[in-house]
């Protein structure tokens, strides 16, 4: 699976957007990009997936970028409970369902 | 939505024993499951490919006699740590999806607290 980067931590504040980067420049044309996130002491948890057009769920949204070597997920209003690590991984066509992640994000909220 | 269960959510054993770890599909049929360790501050590192019916797929590094996986229904996979000892301890996660399928979600599991005394 092709490696993503990701910055190792952000700020935001409360209630206002915080737009979360990955980098997959070596994405082939059939992968998926998936974002999950990690509340302390839980397992991760789903958050958003797309392969080429952006898309929108009650989460979150993603933004692909035209070329898709890049990605960002957009939390359109941040809660203290959106503190969490955030992964973004490639999934391939032909993956069997296993994630492998790497550092991820880690969002800090602040009041 | 799809849920998959772990259980104990936490567990303290003594350094020598065994400990075992069940993770459940509640509401679908996974016929393949994977096992993760998280150690403190860390990322999630895959350990195993849960397979029903057949045997496990461990990765590079991970001692399958230390680390025995069963599966031996579509909604419950088995994870038994023997010998257990303090370096042992971590945080167990196992996953499921619905499908084969890159464009389909993945489902976690709470976790297992593991603690080697």
């Known amino acids: 699976d092709a490696k993503t980067t990701q910055p190792n931590s952000m700020e935001s504040n409360e209630e206002e957007p915080v737009h979360l980067p990955c980098n997959h420049s070596t994405i082939s044309g059939t992968d998926y990009i998936h974002w999950y996130r990690q509340l302390p002491s839980q397992g991760p948890e789903y958050v958003i997936h797309g392969l080429t057009s952006n898309v929108n769920n009650r989460m979150a949204s993603l933004a692909i970028a035209e070329d898709r070597k890049s990605s960002t997920l957009i939390l359109h209003r941040a809660t203290l409970r959106d503190a969490a690590v955030y992964y973004c991984?490639?999934?391939?066509?032909?993956?069997?369902?296993?994630?492998?992640f790497g550092q991820g994000t880690t969002l800090q909220v602040k009041p | 939505g799809a849920v998959v269960s772990q259980h104990p959510s936490r567990v303290i054993c003594k350094s020598g024993t065994s400990v075992k770890i069940e993770c459940r599909s509640l509401?679908?049929?996974?016929?393949?499951m994977f096992w993760y360790r998280q150690f403190p501050k860390q990322s999630l590192m895959l350990m195993a490919t849960?397979?029903?019916?057949?045997?496990?797929?461990?990765e590079q590094g991970v001692e399958k006699d230390k680390f025995l996986i069963n599966h031996a229904s579509l909604t419950l996979s088995t994870l038994t740590v023997t010998s257990a000892h303090p370096e042992d301890s971590s945080f167990y996660i196992c996953?499921?999806?619905?499908?084969?399928?890159?464009?389909?979600?993945?489902?976690f599991g709470q976790g297992t607290r593991l603690t080697v005394v």
């Open positions: 996953s499921a999806s619905q499908l084969r399928d890159a464009n389909t979600e993945a489902f």
């Open positions: 509401d679908f049929q996974a016929t393949t």
């Open positions: 849960s397979n029903e019916g057949s045997k496990a797929t461990y």
């Open positions: 991984i490639l999934r391939a066509i032909s993956n069997t369902g296993k994630l492998i």
